[in-house]
T-cell receptor, first 114, second 114 residues
Framework: KQEVTQIPAALSVPEGENLVLNCSFT??????LQWFRQDPGKGLTSLLL?????REQTSGRLNASLDKSSGRSTLYIAASQPGDSATYLC?????????????FGPGTSLSVIP | GAGVSQSPSNKVTEKGKDVELRCDPI?????LYWYRQSLGQGLEFLIY????????KSGLPSDRFSAERTGGSVSTLTIQRTQQEDSAVYLC????????????FGSGTQLSVL
């Protein structure tokens, strides 16, 4: 059974700092890994998707890496801003048996202090 | 539509009543997911629809929960004889059935069972 964990559960940093969020998954048979952002009371917004054959993806100040063999992904946020404050969730899409299924981690709550 | 639409955005009901939650996926998206998010918790998979295939219902917590998808588009999640523990945000997401496509979420329905 695929399990996804995220460390830390919560993180508070001063504005401008670079930071790393961690995601681990137990079953390396995945199609892809996605990082999402969730603002309070809102749905999830997809930030980056890394295919299983890729090592990393970048979008603006965000960089996500994937090490499938070790079951790990990191989300790097450069020069953090107060607007980055949100919960960040990673999710893996299981390798297809009958159906693909997207499994989410519990999230990391990020606070960027002005 | 421009995005995934869910209605109602908020629903307050009395214990024992039935409720229906609606999801309109992005036009052309064949994959549709329902998730539940309890306060301070991660996303719990409920059910997955893919085209005309039989849905993956493995996440439904009890037989009081059911979902259907009509015409491969709109989906309705029904909860019968609601209980207080059903209180949560119910999120719907859709994607194209092409591997490595991002998941797009609606804003969710906040269900409160009194």
């Amino acid at each position: 059974k695929q399990e996804v964990t995220q460390i830390p559960a919560a993180l508070s940093v001063p504005e401008g700092e670079n930071l790393v969020l961690n995601c681990s998954f137990t079953d390396s048979a995945i199609y892809n890994l996605q990082w999402f952002r969730q603002d309070p009371g809102k749905g999830l917004t997809s930030l980056l998707l890394i295919q299983s054959s890729q090592r990393e993806q970048t979008s603006g100040r965000l960089n996500a890496s994937l090490d499938k063999s070790s079951g790990r992904s990191t989300l790097y946020i450069a020069a953090s801003q107060p607007g980055d404050s949100a919960t960040y969730l990673c999710a893996v899409t299981k390798m297809k048996t009958s159906y693909d299924k997207v499994i989410f981690g519990p999230g990391t709550s990020l606070s960027v202090i002005p | 539509g421009a995005g995934v639409s869910q209605s109602p955005s908020n629903k307050v009901t009395e214990k024992g009543k039935d409720v229906e939650l609606r999801c309109d996926p992005i036009s052309g998206h064949t994959a549709l997911y329902w998730y539940r998010q309890s306060l301070g918790q991660g996303l719990e998979f409920l059910i997955y629809f893919q085209g005309n295939s039989a849905p993956d219902k493995s996440g439904l917590p009890s037989d009081r929960f059911s979902a259907e998808r009509t015409g491969g588009s709109v989906s309705t999640l029904t909860i019968q004889r609601t209980q207080q523990e059903d209180s949560a945000v119910y999120l719907c997401a859709s994607s194209q059935w092409v591997m490595n496509e991002k998941l797009f979420f609606g804003s969710g329905t906040q269900l409160s069972v009194l």
